[in-house]
T-cell receptor, first 115, second 111 residues
Framework: AQSVTQPDIHITVSEGASLELRCNYSYGATPYLFWYVQSPGQGLQLLLKYFSGDTLVQGIKGFEAEFKRSQSSFNLRKPSVHWSDAAEYFC?????????????FGTGTRLTIIP | KAGVTQTPRYLIKTRGQQVTLSCSPI?????VSWYQQTPGQGLQFLFE???????NKGNFPGRFSGRQFSNSRSEMNVSTLELGDSALYLC??????????FGEGSWLTVV
């Protein structure tokens, strides 16, 4: 069974500082990996996804993530955070075959930005 | 292109009642899935439909059911509501089966 671990429940960073959110997955093969962001009271917005190919993927809002097979990780990064980045971030894993369209989510990391 | 639309956005129900939530997927998307989000359990997969057929089901009791119509719209129903069913219910749709887009959710409070 697939699983996702987000070790950091809550992270606080200063506006303008760099950010890295950690995500580790468990899956027997190369999974499909995703990062979603959720603002308070809202649904989930897809930030980026990794299916195959280049292990560094670019997403929206200036985010990027790097797939590291040897570490079973898919960490999310941003060079300089903005106050509007304050939200909850979820890493998710999906099985790469048609007919299994379900995602397994991590428990999320809440990001607080201080001025 | 309009996103995933869910109705109603907020609702309050009494224990023992039933509730139906509605979801309109992104135009052209044939796969619709539902997730439950609670503070205690996080985001959990409920079920997924494709072309009116349920293809996957999560580990939820039979009180939770769903269906998909020929126009890809979907509904989920929860019967005999319990306090623990209070949650944000998220609908998502997909065109390719892999990239999943979520709606804003329906907030259900059971009192």
């Amino acid at each position: 069974a697939q699983s996702v671990t987000q070790p950091d429940i809550h992270i606080t960073v200063s506006e303008g500082a760099s950010l890295e959110l950690r995500c580790n997955y468990s899956y027997g093969a190369t999974p499909y990996l995703f990062w979603y962001v959720q603002s308070p009271g809202q649904g989930l917005q897809l930030l980026l996804k990794y299916f195959s190919g280049d292990t560094l993927v670019q997403g929206i809002k200036g985010f990027e993530a790097e797939f590291k097979r040897s570490q079973s990780s898919f960490n999310l990064r941003k060079p300089s955070v903005h106050w509007s980045d304050a939200a909850e971030y979820f890493c998710a894993v999906g099985a790469p075959y048609f007919g299994n369209e379900k995602l397994t989510f991590g428990t999320g990391t809440r990001l607080t930005i201080i001025p | 292109k309009a996103g995933v639309t869910q109705t109603p956005r907020y609702l309050i129900k009494t224990r023992g009642q039933q509730v139906t939530l509605s979801c309109s997927p992104i135009s052209g998307h044939r796969s619709v899935s539902w997730y439950q989000q609670t503070p205690g359990q996080g985001l959990q997969f409920l079920f997924e439909y494709f072309s009116e057929t349920q293809r996957n089901k999560g580990n939820f009791p039979g009180r939770f059911s769903g269906r998909q119509f020929s126009n890809s719209r979907s509904e989920m129903n929860v019967s005999t509501l319990e306090l623990g069913d209070s949650a944000l219910y998220l609908c998502a749709s997909s065109a390719d089966g892999y990239t999943i887009y979520f709606g804003e959710g329906s907030w259900l409070t059971v009192v």
